[in-house]
C-alpha cells in the first residue's frame, strides 16, 4: 500500500508594515495593539476590518505583519509604551505579555529624516530611506511593505512649493543643494520609488503633491489618505447628514478643540493649526453648502495628557423658521481611536496592492477627513462604499 502524503502547502509570506513615525503615540498604539491582538490578550475592539467579511486570500490577517519604520525620535518603543500607558491610552498590564514584540519593532526603525540636522542634498536621504525599505523587505522575505505616515503633523502645503509634475520634482530632488520637500512627502516619495504603496493619516503635504500622487500612477501603486478621521470629524459626517435628510437648516456649526499630547501642541500652533480647520471646513461644506458659518478653534492644553476634548454647538431653523440647537461634547484618548484604523488600513490597503488596485483608494475615504479620490464625506455612505468594495475584492 502506498502511504498517501499530502501536498505541503507553500509558506504565506508576510507583509511589513513601514510607520513613518513609529515611536509617536499613534504608532505606538498600533504597535502595542497589534501586538497585544496576537497574543491573545486583547480583542480587535475599534478595529473596521473584523466586523467587514475579508477573504483571507486578498487581505492579510493580523498575524501576517512584520512592523518596521522610521523616526527622528530617540525614545524606545518599550519606554514610550510605558508612558502611554501611565497616560491611560493602553493597560499596563499588556506590556510584559508584549515586551518581545516591542523590542523586535524598535530594533527595525531606522532613522527619518529631520531637515534640521540632515544638510545634505534630499536626494541623498530619500536613496537611503529606499535602501532601508529595501534592507526590511529582504531581511524578512516580506511579499510587499505598506508605508503609513504617523509622524508630526507639517505645515499645510501652500507654504511649500508645489511640484506640479514629477519631472520638475526628479530636476530639482538631483541638484545637490536641493532641500525643498517637506520630510512627509520625501519619506513618501522614498517610499512610492521603493514599490511600497502608501497610506497619509496626516494633514501633511505628503501624498498631496501632484507629483507625488503622479508618481504613484506611473509606479502602478495604490494610496490612500489624508488625515485621519477619528472624533469631531466622525461624529459631523455622521450628524449633519440627518439634518440635510429630515430638512433642517443648519445655520452654523462652531467647534472647539482642547488638545494635551505632543500632536495637541503641534496643531494649535498656529501654523499647523491651518491644515486641520480647512479640511474640517472643507467636509462641512460638502455636507451642508458653502452658507454655513463654522468657526472653529483649537486649544492645547498640557494637562489633558493623551486626551481629547471637543465641544461642537450647532444653530438650526427648523419649520416656520423656528430657531433650535444641538451640543454635544466628546471626550477620547485620541491614540486609541486612530491605532486600530491604521492597522485597518494596512490590511486593506496591502490587499488593494495584492488585488492589482492603483491609484487613489477613495473607498477608504471613511477613514479620512480629507479623503482622496473622494468628495464624498457622507459616513454611511462611506461605509456602505466600503463594504462594497471588499466584497468586489474578496
Ligand atoms: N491622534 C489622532 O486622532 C489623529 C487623527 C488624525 C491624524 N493624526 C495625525 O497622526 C500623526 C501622529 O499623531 P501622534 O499623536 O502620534 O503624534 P506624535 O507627536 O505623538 O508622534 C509623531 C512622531 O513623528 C515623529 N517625527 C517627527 N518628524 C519626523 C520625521 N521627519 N521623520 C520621521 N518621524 C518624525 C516624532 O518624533 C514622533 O515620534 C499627526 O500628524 C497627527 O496630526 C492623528
Known amino acids: 500500500m502506498t502511504r498517501q502524503t499530502s501536498p505541503r502547502q507553500p509558506r504565506r509570506r508576510q507583509i511589513g508594515l513601514w510607520l513613518i513615525g513609529a515611536r509617536g503615540s499613534v504608532a505606538t498604539t498600533a504597535i502595542c495593539g497589534l501586538a497585544a491582538i496576537r497574543a491573545g490578550v486583547t480583542d480587535a475592539t475599534g478595529c473596521v476590518t ?102 508630526a503633523a507639517e505645515p499645510p502645503a501652500a507654504d511649500w512649493p508645489e511640484y506640479r509634475e514629477l519631472d520638475a520634482l526628479t530636476r530639482i530632488l538631483a541638484s545637490p543643494a536641493a532641500r525643498s520637500l517637506t520630510p512627509s512627502s520625501l519619506a513618501i516619495y522614498a517610499a512610492l520609488q521603493a514599490g511600497c504603496p502608501v497610506v497619509d493619516f496626516t494633514p501633511s503635504p505628503g501624498l498631496s503633491l501632484p507629483a507625488i500622487t503622479e508618481l504613484a500612477q506611473q509606479r502602478g501603486l495604490p494610496y490612500a489618505g489624508r488625515d485621519g478621521k477619528t472624533g469631531q470629524t466622525l461624529l459631523r459626517t455622521a450628524l449633519a447628514p440627518m439634518f440635510a435628510a429630515r430638512g433642517l437648516r443648519v445655520l452654523s456649526w462652531s467647534g472647539t478643540n482642547l488638545l494635551g499630547g505632543e500632536d495637541g501642541a503641534n496643531l494649535a500652533d498656529l501654523g499647523q493649526a ?68 491604521v492597522l485597518d488600513l494596512a490590511r486593506l490597503v496591502a490587499g488593494a496592492h495584492r488585488a492589482g488596485e492603483t491609484g487613489p483608494l477613495s473607498e477608504l475615504g471613511f477613514f479620512f477627513k480629507d479623503p482622496l479620490g473622494s468628495t464624498e464625506h457622507r459616513l454611511a455612505e462611506q461605509a456602505a462604499a466600503l463594504s462594497q468594495w471588499v466584497r468586489r475584492l474578496s
Open 274 to 341: 491651518r491644515g486641520e480647520p480647512q479640511a474640517k471646513a472643507r467636509g462641512l461644506t460638502a455636507l451642508l453648502g458653502p452658507d454655513v458659518t463654522a468657526p472653529l478653534h483649537v486649544d492645547y492644553v498640557p494637562d489633558l495628557g493623551e486626551r481629547k476634548v471637543v465641544w461642537d454647538y450647532v444653530s438650526f431653523e427648523g419649520f416656520l423658521g423656528t430657531r433650535m440647537s444641538l451640543q454635544f461634547n466628546w471626550d477620547g484618548y485620541d491614540a486609541a481611536l486612530s491605532a486600530p484604523l
Open 50 to 151: 473584523d466586523s467587514l467579511d475579508l477573504s483571507s486570500a486578498v487581505f492579510p490577517g493580523w498575524g501576517d505583519f512584520v512592523v518596521g519604520g522610521q523616526d527622528i525620535a530617540p525614545t524606545s518603543l518599550e519606554k514610550e509604551a510605558g508612558r502611554l500607558a501611565a497616560a491611560g491610552v493602553l493597560p499596563q498590564s499588556i506590556l510584559p505579555l508584549i515586551a518581545d514584540e516591542l523590542r523586535a519593532a524598535d530594533a527595525a526603525i531606522r532613522p527619518g529624516y529631520d531637515p534640521v540636522t540632515d544638510r545634505g542634498p534630499q536626494a541623498h536621504a530619500a536613496a537611503r530611506q529606499i535602501a532601508d525599505l529595501e534592507r526590511f523587505k529582504q531581511a524578512n522575505d516580506l511579499a510587499s511593505v505598506v508605508v503609513v505616515n504617523v509622524a
